[in-house]
């Protein structure tokens, strides 16, 4: 059973619709006592970095996924949820996150682009991985962010897109995987990509 952590995120309910459109067994985990019970677990995510720490420190849900990474099933992040994997973020102040990944999540530097940065950009793999088989270069999908995360180590980027930087579009390490981008947004590239992972982790 995958497991769907509802800490108040504005994506879930779309999140969910879409793995189980895909077939997948899935469950809203509302309480930290039930992330155990979990085979893998997803978290979804819109909205600001710190509301979101406060309400899974708030609830006992930080602590729980922590402990459930140590267990070496799955977790996924969406958008926000990726994020909340960092050390750290400077989103309207300095916020720590769960620490699961060595990094901190930033702004968009000041340019001629505008943040946030919203709608169809094409991500590009950095190696092959068994998360991203049946994505192509120059592939599209949908984006919403202003923060972006930066890895300490850039071996963890598997996706990545150019908005003025280079921004990690997918992360991988062992266990943990992040997407910046909304997949249950990103059209059939977004279900392709959903399948794999899902197949993955459930």
């Known amino acids: 059973m995958i497991g769907i952590v509802d800490y108040g995120a504005g994506n879930l309910r779309n999140v969910y619709r879409v793995f189980t459109s895909l077939g997948f067994d899935c469950k809203v985990i509302e309480k930290s006592k039930e992330i155990k019970d979990a085979g893998s677990i997803i978290i979804p995510g819109v909205g600001a970095f710190n509301q979101a720490m406060e309400k899974l420190n708030k609830t006992g849900l930080s602590d729980a996924i922590k402990e459930f990474s ?16 960092y050390d750290e973020s400077y989103e309207d102040g300095l916020w720590k996150g769960l620490g699961l990944l060595k990094g901190s999540v930033v702004k968009f530097p000041e340019g001629s682009l505008k943040v946030p940065h919203m709608g169809w950009n094409s991500v590009y793999k950095t190696r092959e991985d068994d998360s991203i088989k ?5 592939d599209y999908l949908y984006f919403v962010h202003s923060y972006y995360a930066k890895p300490e180590n850039p071996k963890e980027v598997l996706l990545y897109t150019d908005y003025g930087v280079k921004v990690p579009a997918l992360v991988r390490h062992d266990n943990i995987i992040g997407m910046q981008f909304h997949p249950e947004k990103s059209g059939d590239t977004g279900r392709k990509l959903l399948e794999d992972i899902g197949e993955m982790i459930k």
């Open 134 to 138: 049946r994505i192509s270069d120059g």
């Open 70 to 85: 140590y267990t070496g099933k799955s977790i996924l992040g969406i958008c926000l949820g990726l994020q909340l994997f």
